[in-house]
């Protein structure tokens, strides 16, 4: 009974402490959303304001029409969409290939340099880019950013895919190459599809890198035509006095569109993440 | 349950799934490798060599894109960097761009008087701050994973849920996330962490976080785990739940408690996958632009600069692209340096 009784204790504690670092992760999101919504007076008031006296819109709309982020919107949408769909699309073949023909000469060393290349200093790129896109004018388009940050996503696409494609046996193929499919058949018809959940995680994370980088934004792109939320959030600090509730609501603009393609994906993100960390 | 009874490699359908394993019995940890498809795919020969030539060349057909691709816009590129470092780049005077100077990068960068303590007050911060930083978010990162393994979780169905929750912070934006601790360390009443701190009476008053040199370091490092130690705790949550329960319950039976048992058991079983993250961690951390720009710019006075962010002042507040990359070639060899230790020492 003794027993009984401290188990519960440790479990209580175990909750406890979960509940305390789950408010370490989620208060600072909550508070970054409630300035959001501030007006002058709650800033002014000198005391902590949980939750705004009256809620506005106000930074929101600041944000959109005077701060042009919803042209930053559209064009970090059109730059992680571009780079998603081309990472993957060069990514999963290349995955497959690792995958299966592992024993190859030379697959080990090739498939090493590329987990090399992800811990390649982003910022060393963009030195040569910033000269080499000048001459071929890629300089400042969305073009030239969705090709900057597809050498940061292949390395990464490239090994979420792979850990998945270990998980999927070689048999499946087999029976179906027996049964007449070539081995492009077999890829198609049956192994991508069972490969979808590593596809949505790697889409994932690709999206999420190339969202979120700012230095290849900040060296390669000039004009508003062209510039990221992370750009347009960073450049806040350029200004002396800028006001924090529109800052907020740019950083809100940033952060709500991958937490809710997280929670959608989740199901097979968390599973690629840990197979992707462990298994590589 | 069953499996633990045989030892050696037995495979395992995943009915619900559709998925067939090749199983390892953990005699200790199961290697981090994929062997299993390997040796499947040695044991059927038909797959293996093919009739001829055509069937070779498949694996060669799915790699070229990559292969192509990483080769223009990744290596060749990198290795422009070390060409450029030999060459004039100064871009305000742009007759002279591309005309060949010698060392002369190097000198500025590295000998002269004018740059170069910058250039090693960022090299003795970066140190630190990788090591401070990833050790930090470490130890945070473990904690948090002995915490998601505990059994309560489990019996309530609220596995899948605690991960999810945990990598909140990790998907966030680093631009996003990094303003909102800028946020945090506010010294107004939009600062929560002094308001806090301040009413429970820890704080006499508040504190600027980001200027006051004793705490700068603290605050970075502490905003940079908020952002980083999700992954390292999943990473490690994944590792401890292939130790098998036996070794606990044996340990127990010797009387051994907590700590103990972390100790002698977790933490020896979960390195081969721990010393990997690791240095992956280090090593991106060292070259991680972002999260300082945000937080500090490298100030107050240059008092937290680092090395990718006076690449970057080199490059483009100097507009001397070549000083840049001969700070950059240097980033260079040390990443290269790094990699190669890591595949020659710490390959599990």
């Given at each position: 009974m003794r027993r009984k009784t401290k188990d519960m204790v440790t479990d209580a504690i175990s909750i406890a402490l979960f509940i305390a670092v789950a408010a370490f992760i989620f208060v600072p999101i909550l508070w970054i959303i409630s300035t959001s919504f501030m007006t002058r007076q709650d800033l002014a008031s000198g005391e902590i304001v949980w939750i705004p006296m009256q809620p506005t819109l106000r930074s929101y709309v600041n944000v959109i029409y005077r701060d042009q982020f919803l042209r930053?919107?559209?064009?970090?949408?059109?730059?992680?969409?571009g780079v998603t769909l081309l990472s993957l699309a060069i990514a999963y073949p290349a995955a497959y290939a690792f995958s299966r023909y592992m024993h190859m000469k030379g697959m080990a060393t090739l498939s090493t340099s590329v987990m090399a290349l992800w811990a390649m200093p982003a910022v060393l790129l963009i030195l040569p880019y910033f000269i080499i896109f000048q001459t071929v004018r890629l300089y400042d388009t969305h073009l030239g950013l969705i090709i900057a940050y597809v050498s940061l996503t292949l390395p990464i696409s490239v090994w979420t895919l792979k850990g998945f494609f270990a998980g999927i046996p070689v048999d499946l193929e087999e029976a179906a190459m027996v049964d007449g499919c070539t081995r492009m058949g077999a890829l198609v018809r049956i192994v991508f599809p069972t490969t979808l959940p590593g596809v949505a995680s790697a889409a994932l994370l690709a999206f999420s890198n190339a969202w979120q980088d700012l230095v290849l934004a900040l060296a390669l792109t000039s004009s508003e035509a062209v510039r990221t939320i992370p750009l347009g959030i960073?450049?806040?600090?350029?200004?002396?006095?800028?006001?924090?509730?529109?800052?907020?609501?740019?950083?809100?603009?940033?952060i709500m569109p991958i937490l809710v393609l997280y929670y959608v994906l989740q199901r097979f993100f968390v599973r690629g993440l840990t197979m992707g960390a462990v298994k590589g | 349950m069953a499996a633990e009874e045989y030892s050696g490699e037995i495979l395992r359908v995943d009915?619900?799934?559709?998925?067939?394993?090749?199983f390892t019995v953990p005699e200790e940890i199961p290697r981090s490798s994929m062997g299993g498809i390997d040796s499947l795919l040695r044991s059927m020969p038909f797959l293996?060599?093919?009739?001829?030539?055509r069937r070779n060349m498949t694996p060669f057909l799915f790699l070229l894109p990559l292969i192509v691709v990483e080769f223009s816009i990744i290596i060749f590129p990198l290795f422009t960097i070390l060409r450029m470092s030999f060459q004039s780049y100064f871009l305000l005077e742009p007759q002279k761009v591309g005309t060949w100077v010698g060392l002369q990068n190097y000198w500025r960068v590295f000998v002269d008087n004018l740059n170069a303590p910058l250039t090693f007050l960022s090299l003795r911060n970066s140190i630190f701050w990788s090591f401070a930083n990833t050790t930090f978010r470490f130890v945070l990162g473990m904690?948090?994973?002995?915490?998601?393994?505990?059994?309560?979780?489990?019996?309530?169905?609220?596995t899948g849920?605690?991960?999810?929750?945990?990598?909140?912070?990790?998907?966030?934006?680093?631009?996003a996330g990094m303003t909102i601790w800028r946020l945090v360390y506010q010294s107004t009443n939009l600062g929560l962490l002094n308001g806090i701190l301040v009413r429970l009476r820890i704080?006499?008053?508040p504190v600027a976080w980001l200027e006051n040199p004793s705490v700068i370091w603290l605050s970075c490092i502490v905003a940079s785990a908020w952002k980083g130690f999700p992954y390292v705790a999943i990473a490690l949550t994944a590792a401890m739940a292939t130790i098998s329960r036996h070794y606990y319950d044996s340990a127990a039976v010797d009387g051994a408690t907590g700590f103990r048992k972390f100790w002698h058991i977790t933490f020896p079983l979960i390195l081969p996958v721990a010393i990997p993250v690791y240095v992956m961690e280090l090593m991106w951390t060292f070259n991680n632009f972002l999260q300082i720009y945000v937080l500090t710019r490298g100030g107050p006075a240059d008092s937290t600069m680092v090395l990718p962010i006076q690449v970057f002042k080199y490059a483009f507040e100097f507009d001397e692209l070549g000083m840049a990359s001969a700070l950059g070639a240097f980033m260079l060899v040390v990443a290269l340096a790094s990699i190669y230790l890591q595949q020659r020492y710490l390959r599990y």
């Open positions: 930053y919107f559209v064009n970090s949408t059109i730059v992680a969409v960073s450049m806040y600090f350029g200004y002396w006095g800028y006001y924090w509730p529109d800052v907020a609501a740019a950083c809100v603009f940033s | 009915l619900t799934n559709r998925k067939l394993e090749r293996r060599s093919g009739k001829g030539a904690a948090v994973a002995v915490l998601l393994n505990r059994s309560i979780f489990e019996r309530l169905k609220l849920l605690t991960r999810v929750l945990i990598l909140t912070s990790w998907i966030t934006p680093g631009v704080l006499s008053g």
